[in-house]
């Protein structure tokens, strides 16, 4: 029913800069939060940015100050700039949307397939 397109992801070399873009599309009434994961090799899956309707965010300490996330309401669009990349940003990005499907309905979580983000030399 909903649909979330991310695109943007590659490889890239330390202090360099990604900007990820995930759309969501299909049977949509409303769509709360967004926000952006990520999962390591061998690592938990882990919150790098969360951002609600209004544009308050929030970041994982390991990326603040370097990445920056915002949001087109009119779009359905969820952006993540990173900048100045460190080979352990390397990982699966995950997008993710808190989406009510129709009026009066639940809000439940979607998610994105993953970009993977390789930053090396």
């Known amino acids: 029913q909903v649909q979330l397109v991310e695109s943007g992801g590659g490889l890239v070399q330390p202090g360099g800069s990604l900007r990820l873009s995930c759309a969501a599309s299909g049977s949509i009434f409303s769509i709360s939060n967004m926000g952006w994961y990520r999962q390591a090799p061998g690592k938990e899956r882990e919150l790098v940015a969360a951002i609600t309707t209004g544009g308050i965010t929030n970041y994982s300490d390991s990326v603040k100050g370097r990445f920056t996330s915002s949001r087109d309401n009119a779009k359905n669009t969820v952006y993540l700039q990173m900048n100045s990349l460190k080979p352990e940003d390397t990982a699966v990005y995950y997008c993710?949307?808190?989406?009510?499907?129709?009026?009066?309905?639940?809000?439940?979580?979607?998610w994105g397939q993953g970009t993977q983000v390789t930053v090396s030399s």
């Open positions: 993710n949307a808190v989406v009510m499907t129709r009026a009066w309905g639940t809000w439940r979580d979607y």
